[in-house]
């Protein structure tokens, strides 16, 4: 059967990367079909029910800023929420969020049913039709046949999916539900590379069964500042998470089940992600350690059922529960489902364009776990700059790149597709040279303007930004002239243990000791009324302080950000041809023919291409 | 390596290494006459191109050399950037001081080739020329490569990759508590931060220190002849070298330049230098050589401390040690005048006697210097780094460690001190291997136990 209907998009797979490309290409105009195994299953939470964390948290509020639903969604099914980091300095500062697990789902869905150039397909695809190294269209594995200008590969773990339970192991892309075969094989066929990752989830644990009173407590923010630029956040009440610790004990359990761990016995190949071990891998490699921490994770308001978060494992299902009924709190406890691994296949994402799009296959675009990376976050914004360029493929119009002084979004891709990643990738902070300036605060003065130059984010998003810079200049004008008297500033000096001043200064000298904070100069009236009076709102202000309290350190980091996007400036053509160079090692040469990459910033990145190797391609380029 | 898209100013000696009459050092990029104006006695404009000047270079108004000074301006020189040629006297010891001072203007050593790469990117020369080059940093990348890190001497190597650990380990805490503030693992407190930090400090500063006696051993091992005017100092001298280099007369205050000259002594080079007597004086001249011996006499590692045994010894070696040297110092009290007979010959084994004139006890002496040398040697030998470049990548590292100091004790949230953090280890890394996120990643996972 070949249906009617030709699609500018079909995205493969409804999670978070294929739920966000969808919403993406449908919002700029294209015509998308979601085709997923179980249509019930848009959105899922296969993990943990929290989106948001360090570094999650500032690509939550970039995918925003940019016009994606993420963070909207997230807003709207939290049931607790607090920032992380807050000791810290504004770059460290992280929103996080649990969510309502099958709030988030429905959330997800009526959003992308809400838009009308969007319909939904319930199958499996096996094939990718390609023609003349073009993608253009699918092949399901019921024998339909679709259409299609570009397509989305979203598969998460579900490319031969292969879950392991101690000694046991069966074909499925998550627990319930089957694995997908097929693609995998065409891909190989067509010339791509594979491997093979492994991750896993902890047990879910009945909530009736757990003795609170023996664990600590764990309280969300009283102040919910969310994730969305759009509009504010209201929760309602906040749900509390739980800590508890394994013990020798439990470890002592544990290790009973060590026979049958598919993990030690060697019967799972992929490598799992070193930052999320198994329970099991904590003990070993940490044997002097002797309790891990557990968090006692909500699912849902209305659900008793609890997400036991660091207790991630494979080991048989009794001995997960002999063990966990040996942990504070957990004595009497009863299993929803037991903890699991799963091996899936990727794609080594160094066959990736900056777009997502593949290489070889034209109109071919991969995001989420199918490039080695993990997390909701890290597939989400993934998805949005594959449905924006698969859009843009489309409309015949330049790619959507964002550079890793523009976004954490910008490091994340830029790092697949450069370095390749052997274990689940995930952002970590410290894998932007320039994280001072990826703030969670300023994702909306980023990029707010780029999403809507490209006609995703909305004329309302923008113009509530441009209301923003415009305050905060106001306010930061404001602070730089006004002077405040000496008896009434030294009040608050003194209070906050700061040096008193003699003669009367300007707001702004104050905010830069560590001890003033905006609101300690609160006490100029002034002040006051300058702010009521303009109406400035709470986000100018923090952006104002920020910028003062933290501008010389923001101008040194601009500074470096400015000599790296040189090197990204200087262009090397895609047809370049590296092997008359015979100045550069064997091993750079084979890299770079391998890579391709489109500049010599990309280029200085690539493991095995040293600078004298970068100083030779500079001559090359004329430079 | 630091890539050659990078348009600050560089240096390099430019005449052929090794001793001649005369070198060349050159500078390129737009604050060549900037820095020269700050080094030189003469005020050059920068409009003033192919012109040529004589003056002296100065450090903290310490002549260093007398020079020639070549401006050529913006567009008007080979690499069409502000060009200065400075020609100064060819030891080494004067090379390599000023080039250290145009590091501390902010100058850097360029690479190999790097000035003709200048004159490519902006259009001097063609591709085929410029190939050249390519070909030139290969070869320089592989060389260096030879005398990378493994090809240093065990200590020093062995000090370096120690530093390197420590400023990772460093790094990996601070990181630790940024990326992973949510998990349960133990954070390291200012104190014990600061006190990492003060340990690294103490490494770099000595890595920096030993690179001074590096050159030191390579350039000659500075020896100061001091004494009363008149005692012979520069008949020492030229008995030593065998040469008539120093004016002798019998005027006291003869010598008013400090004289330098270079001696072999079993294989070890000495720089011997010879200083105006040190006496109360009104003569201008003579004040203003005084003053100079009194500063080479700080930079110098042994003194012979020269006495006429004809006068009266203690006064002597009370007017000396009045002037109060630096300690590190090596003293060596000589008595001279040994031939004229009769007068005031102190018996004492802390005492050697020679005659400067009748060219007896000379061998002493020479054993004496080559034993103080040995010792010296001994101690000192396996933290020596003779390369410019390293000694400047390591001052920079220094820099931003004092800067994560200054954060530490101001209470500087995390984040911002790893913005010195990275360039420390940046600058480190150009001399033992690029440090980058994964390697510290590596690191964290490896040593804590992350992971919910």
Redesign the interface.
Known sequence: MELEEKYDVIVVGAGHAGCEAAHCAATLGSKVLIISQNLETIARMSCNPAMGGIAKGQILREIDALGGMSAIITDKSTIQFRMLNKSKGPAMWSPRAQCDRKLFEREWRKALEKNTNIDFYQDSVEQVIVEEKKACGVKTKMGVKINASSVILCNGTFLNGLIHLGDKNYKGGRSGEPAAEGITKQLIDLGFTHGRMKTGTPPRLDGRTIDYSKTEEQKGDEKVVGFSYKEKTNIGESKSCFITYTSKEVHEILKEGFEKSPMFTGRIQGLGPRYCPSIEDKIVRFSEKERHQLFIEPEGRETIEIYLNGFSTSLPEDVQLKALRKVKGLEKVKLFRAGYAIEYDYFPPTQLKNSLETKLINNLFFCGQINGTTGYEEAACQGLIAGINAHQKTEKKDEFILSRSDAYIGVLIDDLIIKGTDEPYRMFTSRAEYRLLLRQDNADIRLTQKGHNIGLASDERLKKLKRKIEETNLLTTFLKKQNIETDIINKVLIEKGSATVDQKKKLHTFLSRPQINYNDLLVSKPLRDFVINNKIGEESIEQAEIEIKYGGYLNKEAESAKRLNKLEGVRIPNDFNYEKLHSISTEAKEKLKQIKPNSIGQASRISGVSPSDINVLLIYMGR | ??????KDTICAISSGGGMSAIALIRLSGDKSINVINKIFSKKINPEDSHSVHFGIIKENNNILDEVVVTVFAKNKSFTREETVEISCHGSEFIQKKILELLITQGVRIA?PGEFT?RA??NGKID?SQ??S???L??S??HASHKNAIQQLRGGFKKKLENLRTNLIDFASLI?LE?????E?VEFANRDKLKELLTNIKYEVTNLITSFKLGNVIKNGIPVAIIGSPNVGKSTLLNTLLNDEKAIVSDIAGTTRDAIEDELIIEGQKFRFIDTAGLRETNDKIEKIGIKKSIQKVSESKIIIHLIDGTKNINQQIKNIDNLNFNNNEIVIRVINKEDLKGKNIIEDNNYLHISALKNTGIDKLKNKLISFYKSQKSSNNDTIITNVRHYNELKNTLTEINAIIEGLK???????L??NI?QALFHLGSITGEVN??D???NI?GKF????
Request: hydrophobic fraction near 40%.
């Open positions: 390596m630091t890539l050659y898209l990078n690479n790469m490519f990117q591709l410029a190939e080059i390519a070909d940093i290969e320089d990348h990181e940024l990326d992973f503030s949510e349960d101001n209470n500087t949230s995390s984040d911002f790893t913005i990275r996120t994964d510290l990643l590596a996972f136990c992350i992971g919910k």
